[in-house]
């Protein structure tokens, strides 16, 4: 909030300092009281709205600062460090190795739908949420958005709170900063979640934008991976169904 309200000021300085010297004196009285209604009325509008905050810091985010990724060579990484035929085991492993190094953060953790359609964690520490049900309210909210939540800029949010209270194990356990969807086109199959940054940094919006596109990228890798696996035991199965079918009956013509 600090922030949002230093560069609001910050701009309403900078306009102010061009338009003050045309203006008459009783003008520059009633622009000066209308700046200081503005900027009271905004900090409180600030304090009052989680939202407002998160929209206003967003827009700071994105048109004062410089950009931190180089994104052809971050994308560049990402292609190079996932290995599409490996196992979905080794593969979460490389997706930590890979997210890990991007955005500086100690460890991840990484929930894939199962067959009965809740999330089973795939990567994770001890005391990471064994399962996350289909109906759980982060899930619903990240299907909703399909973006992820960066759990310091809701935790003042009333209508947002639950998320983080029925993430409560998880959040701890990994010391998680952020949660993103894993979604295939429109359909969430996984998530993932990312410890606070090495350096204790704040996540910023152009950090939310990369993950969510990295995260899709890492859904599909996934997906294509898992069904990979099911097609091979489908076909092993199959073979199997076959062969003991042969064996019987060259059994009974003995």
């Given amino acids: 909030v600090s922030l ?15 338009l003050m010297p045309a203006l008459s004196q009783q003008w ?32 700071i985010d994105r048109n ?4 931190r990724y180089d ?14 035929t490996a196992r979905i085991e080794e593969l979460a492993r490389q997706i930590e190795f890979l997210v890990c190094g991007v955005f500086e953060a100690d460890r991840i953790a990484l929930h894939l739908r199962g067959d009965d359609g809740d999330l089973v964690r795939l990567l994770g520490p001890e ?9 759980h309210p982060l899930l619903r909210h990240l299907a909703k958005r399909q973006l992820p939540v960066v759990f310091h800029d809701i935790e003042h949010d009333l209508d947002l709170l639950p998320l983080i209270v029925e993430s409560h194990d998880t959040i701890q356990a990994l010391d998680a900063a952020v ?14 979640w990312v410890s606070r940054k090495r350096a204790d940094e704040d996540w910023t919006y152009e950090d939310v934008e990369f993950l969510a ?15 990979t696996e099911l097609l091979v035991e489908s076909r092993q199965l199959e ?16």
Wanted: charged share 15%; proline share 3%; with cysteine.
């Fill in 4 to 18: 949002t309200l230093a560069g609001a000021f910050m701009l309403g300085v900078l306009v102010l300092s061009r």
């Fill in 213 to 227: 596109s990295l995260s899709r990228h890492v859904a599909s890798t996934l997906w294509f991976s898992r069904q």
């Fill in 64 to 67: 004062f600062y410089a950009n």
């Fill in 71 to 84: 994104y052809r060579r971050e994308w560049e990484r990402v292609n190079s460090s996932l290995v599409h």
């Fill in 127 to 135: 005391g990471v949420a064994p399962r996350v049900p289909a109906g």
């Fill in 179 to 192: 949660c993103a969807p894993l979604a295939v086109g429109d359909d969430v199959i996984g998530l993932l």
């Fill in 28 to 59: 520059k009285f009633g622009v000066t009281l209308a700046f200081v209604v503005f900027v009271g009325g905004g900090g409180l509008l600030l304090m009052l709205s989680p939202a407002t905050s998160r929209i206003i810091r967003r827009f």
């Fill in 239 to 254: 073979s199997l169904n076959r062969l003991s079918s042969f064996v019987l009956h060259d059994i009974k013509n003995q």
